[in-house]
């Protein structure tokens, strides 16, 4: 049954002020937990239990961002993530209850900017909300701030002014998260970086437990750019081949 509500937060001075969020989840327990703790954050939020119901509220609501369960009933979350980024872009932090990595890079491939495996921290999702809300601000301020030059790695093209990816002269479609990790790895090609590296790089995340999602990452990553691009220095991390001179 469709269940949806909004709440709004009386308090105004936090850094998630007026920013909305929408949680799809089925679970009540889940949700009110998640809508207390994002409305003590300062955000303004509204749920929907049910796939149909998020798509319809996402569309009638305009979101900045997207909380999204992968086990819904209408249909699931993996399918409210390619209707709700067929109507505008948005990021969307998936919720999945298994521990599967083909879920993982599933809900990335449909446009998912990062993924939590339950049980997590409240805190934790917070900082992850936070985190996805100032990349979308950095990526819009990077539109007005045109950055000189596009670089070039052999067929490898990224345009850091409008935030396009090109291999051999093709676009390739990368959600910012993406974009970002790959940025960050071509900012210092062939050199190794660590997992923690790029977490607290890309995702502002000093928390090692969550280095499972800089690989998730980087393997959505090789499927869209070509896997031999992606080097792995195995108990180390990962460096950005580019062309021998």
Partial sequence: MEQTHTSHSNTTATPGAQRR??????????????????????????????????????????????????????????????RVQAQRPVPVLMLTARDDETDMLVGLGVGADDYMTKPFSMRELAARVHVLLRRVERAALAATTPRSGILRLGELEIDHAQRRVRVRSEDVHLTPTEFDLLVCLANTPRAVLSREQLLAEVWDWADASGTRTVDSHIKALRRKIGAERIRTVHGVGYALETPTP
Avoid at 37 to 66: I, Y
Avoid at 73 to 81: H, I, K, Q, R, S
């Fill in 21 to 82: 969020v929408l949680v799809v989840e089925d679970d009540p327990t889940i949700v009110d937990a998640i809508a207390a703790r994002l409305r003590a954050e300062g955000f303004v939020v509204q749920t929907a239990s049910d796939g149909p119901a998020a798509v319809d509220t996402a569309e009638a609501w305009q979101p900045d961002l997207l909380i999204l369960d992968i086990m819904l009933p209408g249909f699931d979350g993996l399918e409210v993530c390619r």
